[in-house]
């Protein structure tokens, strides 16, 4: 599918032309954006807690033990709108008896490492699963097998990955009133997606939610 915009550089026409073959008609004195369309259909949302200052960790803790109560109880409730999540290995590790002694056995959770096969032991087939697939083949594979509704669960490279590949489709970003100077960031370089702010809400006085949407 493509629309026409007006024309800010006839030169591109041509190459436009022969790329997707419009006829000249079509494309003359016009620049033709080309949308492509995300092939995914399931929904990738990424919840994450935040100090003011944009960290999600406090310093070099690992954990997330600077959350207030409010954000714990709104993730735990949260995390039942979804049928499968990633995170990873590190993120992974710090919650793995959680994990396993958790009774949401219809959610599968792929944790993502370079080195799968060490973690064989750990694995629950259709609940706890290991991978070293791009982040687009493991959505690709998710949505394969039925699972419409995918959250990350961080941490910072996790993030980093499907926000650069632009696979995120919604923020769910919880800021505590907390400044922490530095930490684990969001995300570790630039990301070129931009994203709407849908929704903000208080979980606490204090406590802010703020739900994004991809534009
Ligand atoms: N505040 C929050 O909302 C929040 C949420 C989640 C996590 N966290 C915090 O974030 C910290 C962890 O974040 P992190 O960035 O250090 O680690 P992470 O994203 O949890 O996991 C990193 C691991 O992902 C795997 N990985 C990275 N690139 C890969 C690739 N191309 N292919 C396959 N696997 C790949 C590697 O596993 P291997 O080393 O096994 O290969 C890497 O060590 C923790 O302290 C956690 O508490 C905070």
Not at 98 to 112: E, V
Not at 183 to 200: D, M, N, V
Request: aromatic share 10%; glycine share 6%.
């Amino acid at each position: 599918m493509g629309f026409f915009v007006p024309p800010f550089g006839r030169d591109r026409t041509a190459l436009i032309q022969r790329e997707h073959s419009y006829p000249a008609a079509e494309t003359a004195g016009y620049v033709v954006r080309i949308q492509t369309p995300s092939r995914l259909v399931i929904t990738v949302t990424l919840i994450a807690a935040q100090s003011i200052d944009g960290f999600i960790t406090r310093n070099d803790e690992p954990g997330t033990a600077f959350c207030s109560k409010e954000d714990q109880e709104y993730f735990f409730k949260a995390l039942m709108s979804f049928d499968s999540l990633i995170m990873g290995r590190k993120t992974y590790e710090l919650s793995r008896d959680a994990i396993h002694a958790s009774r949401a056995t219809n959610k599968l959770r792929k944790i993502w490492t370079r080195e799968p096969e060490l973690w064989k032991a750990n694995e629950i087939l259709e609940s706890v699963e290991f991978t070293a697939d791009q982040p687009k083949a493991i959505l690709e594979e998710l949505e394969k097998r039925g699972r419409r509704e995918c959250v990350l669960l961080g941490g910072s490279e996790l993030y980093t990955a499907f926000l650069e590949k632009e696979l995120v489709d919604r923020m769910f970003i919880t800021v505590e009133p907390r400044l922490f100077g530095s930490g684990k960031k969001l995300a570790t370089r630039e990301i070129s997606s931009q994203f709407a702010l849908e929704e903000t809400s208080r979980l606490s006085t204090n406590v802010l939610l703020l739900k994004y949407r991809k534009n």
